[in-house]
């Protein structure tokens, strides 16, 4: 095996140094054409003592054949001691510059030129043999935590070619590995993405909603060729705290400056009432009118900007553990237009302020009732409204699924915007509230229209008490798999 070894890298180093031009003699054609010079006068000088002599010539030319036997045998021996060294070194050599660290130089001696040129070979042979295993180390590392990160990762090459994809960007982005690489940034619709500046802002659509993420641009090379890599961060929720910082600071000014201004409009019309028996019948009645309408709108701008307190004035949830099964039943027995089927409660308990998930739950399930009775009607839809809430695992959260056959989203754009609704004695405040108090627990609230019918699915997700010490065996519930009825109310 080492001997094939060795011809096979004689063969790789002669195949890589034909092609380097040769000028004037090779090295060992000058040791022969050395070792010539100096045994031709020996050979010489031999003959000459001989005949001087008056030796025979068959005497001569047997003691000259002896000598030259000799000669060619001593001159083969050093040849074989000066060559084989460096060709051995050559190979060693060879191999490391074809990244093969498995082969080292025997004969490495000290106080030996040749010896001390074989220790530095070997030497060189392990550091770059450990340089070597610490990259593999190190890219085997990278790819692995590439692979662990929750942050999209996309690199392209300098034709737009998508090289490097990890699982995170796949589910973000849609991606499938095997079949996208390769495929450039706009066969793949990524080239807004790929244009975008560093730490810029896109909009990325996932399950008909838009998130925002921030895209991390930067350079590196591989095989000499210049690649783009994307790191996208997810900045929705950062974002949406900062606009809802905004909108506290703006509700909290319009709410005292309102209020300031109907507290004397509702004291002035109370004083003005006190005055109607003094008036001439003909102008109380209508005096009367003016101040019920004055009194009206004031009370209903008061209970307006109360609902609207309450986003600013949201307290931090105090955690506790709630079983789920139970929660979900005190939601859907408050509901009274219409039953509730509670399905597929999962047996786990929620790390949440029970108050404030009743809450949550409480304006989404009455969204989802008046849009199953009122809406579909308006709609001109004519099945049976029907309403369910139901639950599955989410790794360590739990999903409760709020499910409705009303007409849909139509507008799911402005779905969380404060102040805007789309019914008639709405607020706006229901929505925004809801998400605000599943993202104080840790969690997330996404509306979409449903898959399988119409109507609208509202999907909020809850970390769960202790994973490990819940239930070992938690199945997924197909999206549209009918389960079996708990409860209705």
Not at 93 to 100: H, N, S
Not at 110 to 130: C, F, K, R, T, V
Not at 377 to 394: C, H, M, Q, T
């Amino acid at each position: 095996m080492g001997s094939r070894n060795r011809r096979d890298h004689n063969h790789r180093r002669t195949a890589a140094t034909s092609k380097i031009p040769r000028e004037g003699f090779s090295f060992e054609t000058k040791i022969k054409i050395l070792i010539t010079s100096l045994c031709v006068p020996i050979f010489l000088l031999c003959a000459v003592l001989l005949w001087i002599e008056h030796v025979s010539l068959s005497l001569i030319i047997g003691s000259l054949t002896t000598l030259g036997l000799v000669v060619l045998l001593v001159a083969s021996i050093f040849l074989e001691q000066v060559v084989r060294p460096l060709q051995t070194l050559a190979n060693v050599v060879a191999a490391l510059r074809e990244e093969d660290f498995s082969f080292r130089a025997r004969g490495a001696a000290p106080q030996d030129s040749l010896g001390e040129l074989a220790i530095e070979i070997n030497q060189l042979a392990d550091a770059m043999q450990s340089q070597r295993l610490s990259a593999l180390e190190a890219v085997a590392l990278l790819r692995r935590v590439i692979l662990e990160m929750d942050a999209p990762v996309l690199a392209f090459d300098e034709l737009s070619a998508l090289r490097v994809v990890n699982p995170a960007a796949e589910r973000v982005l849609h991606l499938i590995a095997a079949r996208d690489l390769g495929r450039t940034a706009d066969e793949l619709g990524l080239r807004k993405i790929l244009d975008e500046p560093d730490e810029g802002i896109t909009s990325i659509e996932d399950q008909g909603q838009q998130a925002r993420w921030m895209v991390r641009r930067s350079s590196f090379r591989q095989r000499g060729v210049p690649h783009t890599l994307l790191v996208l961060s997810d900045v929705s929720s950062a974002l949406r705290e900062e606009e809802r910082l905004a909108w506290r600071r703006l509700i909290r000014v319009l709410g005292h400056e309102l209020s300031n201004s109907l507290a004397p409009i509702k004291s002035i019309a109370g004083s003005l009432r006190s005055r109607i028996a003094q008036m001439p019948p003909e102008n109380a009645a209508s005096f009367e009118r003016g101040l019920n309408v004055i009194e009206s709108r004031a009370e209903s701008l008061n209970r307006f900007v109360q609902a609207y307190r309450q986003l600013a004035t949201l307290p931090s949830p105090m955690l506790k553990r709630v079983p789920l099964p139970e929660l979900l039943d005190r939601v859907a027995v408050l509901e009274t237009r219409l039953v509730v089927e509670v399905e597929d409660a999962q047996s786990v308990s929620l790390k949440a302020d029970p108050d404030q998930m009743e809450q949550l739950l409480i304006n989404l399930v009455k969204n989802a009732v008046d849009a199953a009775v009122n809406e579909r009607e308006e709609a001109g839809l004519v099945s049976k409204p029907a309403v369910r809430i139901r639950s599955r695992f989410a790794g360590d959260m739990v999903s409760i699924l709020i499910e409705d056959n009303g007409p849909g989203l139509t507008n799911p754009g402005n779905l969380f915007v404060p102040f805007y609704t789309t019914k008639k004695s709405g607020t706006g405040v229901g929505l925004v509230l809801a998400r605000q108090i599943a993202e104080a627990h840790g969690g997330s609230l996404e509306l979409r229209n449903r898959m399988d019918v119409i109507g609208c699915q509202a999907e909020v997700r809850i970390p769960i008490v202790s994973p490990e010490r819940e239930a070992l065996h938690r199945p997924e519930i197909p999206e549209n798999e009918p389960g079996t009825v708990r409860r209705g109310a």
